[in-house]
């Protein structure tokens, strides 16, 4: 799969532009603050409808303008069971099309026809982006490393995404009903409607154990990838691990989830469940046994770690979609030291990749790392 034509109309600080990408290495250079990371966002938005780095899509249309459209035509591949890409017989293309008015919902088109659900858009064109905050998962809170794994989960198993987007939409509802009892009568204390409750709690804690039960799986499906990819890149220097916590699956959950009511009331909020759950970083330490990566890790440490992650995405995503990811490095040139970035291009030189869409404000530094690379190597030139 690759991505053939992009145009993009007032989204972020491209007003006008067309772009013909080449099925292989596509690099985007110039100057800092030019667009090429807008570019890239404009990839991931196509490929997931959302973009990369805002959470409000209002924010992605261009400050003097009151809508923005990406439109792209996407080419599917397969891979038949010699690695060989395959033009898929049925749809040899699909345009993609992505709308936003300001004060409207944003639409989705495939040919030109909506999409029932935007959800069903999520997974059809995977996507993997490496960018220079990529540590956060690291050092920042368990809503950062969730956000990552139910991405990964989200495109490769739409049943998952269907039961997460309906627990969010459970969990809104249970906490609007909690503040509703917290402002009814202050002055006699909080009154709680168990019956009304419990049309809340039922299909929540049904959602919740689905929902920990697939994320259980996935961290031991994706785990052999991960240790083999940070393997490769830290060349065998110490072994990591994923451990995934949750309260769901412990004994008498759902009892202990009922019995904290009333302090949910008083928070206005619902304090246990999935949304709380973390995943634990780990790397190999000669005397203490395992430790947390975010404590005692160092910054190449945490930076392997986390490319370790992104190709394990991509491996996850190849091996359940039978095609390539989209890869999108965003300025990792700059962020790399020698070792690491030689690790890199030694994946390139392999041909473990499909289409990827590369960043960098000094494109002879490209060029000069790219040299070795036997592929077909394009260069656009962004901001003037």
């Known amino acids: 799969m690759h991505l053939e034509k992009l145009s993009l109309t007032n989204f972020k600080s491209y007003e006008d532009a067309r772009f013909q990408f080449g099925r292989q290495v596509n690099v985007i250079v110039g100057p800092n603050g030019s667009g090429k990371t807008n570019l890239l966002d404009a990839v991931y938005f196509l490929s997931l409808t959302k973009s990369a780095?805002?959470?409000?899509?209002?924010?992605?249309?261009?400050?003097?303008?009151?809508?923005?459209?990406i439109d792209g035509s996407f080419v599917i591949t397969e891979l038949t069971p010699d690695s060989e890409p395959e033009p898929h017989r049925h749809s040899p293309s699909v345009q993609i099309t992505i709308s936003l008015q300001k004060g409207q919902r944003k639409t989705v088109l495939a040919d030109?026809?909506?999409?029932?659900?935007?959800?069903?858009?999520?997974?059809?064109?995977?996507?993997?982006?490496?960018?220079?905050?990529?540590?956060?998962l690291v050092r920042e809170h368990s809503e950062d490393r969730r956000h990552f794994f139910d991405g990964v989960l989200s495109q490769l198993d739409p049943d998952y995404l269907r039961n997460y987007l309906a627990y969010q939409q459970v969990l809104k509802q249970r906490n609007s009903l909690l503040k509703l009892f917290a402002d009814s009568d202050r002055r006699s204390g909080i009154q709680i409607d168990n019956d009304l409750l419990d049309t809340y709690d039922e299909?929540?804690?049904?959602?919740?154990?689905?929902?920990?039960?697939?994320?259980?799986?996935?961290?031991?499906?994706?785990l052999p990838a991960f240790c083999r990819h940070y393997s490769f890149m830290s060349e065998a220097r110490e072994g990591v691990d994923i451990t995934y916590e949750s309260e769901v699956g412990k004994p008498g959950f759902r009892e202990e989830f009922r019995h904290f009511r009333r302090r949910d009331a008083v928070l206005?909020?619902?304090?246990?469940?999935?949304?709380?759950?973390?995943?634990?970083?780990?790397?190999?330490?000669?005397?203490?046994?395992?430790i947390p990566l975010k404590k005692f890790g160092s910054q190449g440490q945490q930076k392997t770690f986390v490319i370790a992650l992104k190709m394990a995405q991509f491996d996850q995503l190849q091996?359940?979609?039978?095609i390539k990811p989209i890869l999108l490095l965003d300025d990792i040139f700059d962020k790399l030291d020698?070792?690491?970035?030689?690790?890199?291009?030694?994946l390139m030189e392999r041909d473990t990749f499909g289409q990827l869409f590369i960043t960098d404000a000094r494109p002879e530094r490209t060029r000069q790392l790219l040299e070795s690379v036997k592929a077909d190597v394009r260069f656009f030139e962004v901001g003037g």
């Open 53 to 69: 780095f805002h959470s409000q899509d209002t924010l992605n249309i261009n400050h003097e303008a009151d809508f923005f459209i």
């Open 112 to 136: 030109k026809k909506p999409y029932e659900r935007v959800s069903e858009h999520i997974g059809r064109f995977p996507v993997v982006l490496m960018a220079p905050n990529d540590t956060d």
């Open 203 to 222: 299909p929540l804690l049904d959602l919740a154990e689905r929902i920990h039960d697939r994320r259980q799986r996935f961290v031991q499906e994706f």
């Open 268 to 290: 206005q909020r619902t304090t246990m469940g999935v949304h709380k759950d973390d995943y634990l970083f780990t790397i190999a330490s000669r005397d203490a046994g395992p």
């Open 319 to 322: 091996a359940e979609k039978k």
């Open 338 to 346: 020698d070792r690491r970035i030689g690790k890199l291009i030694e």
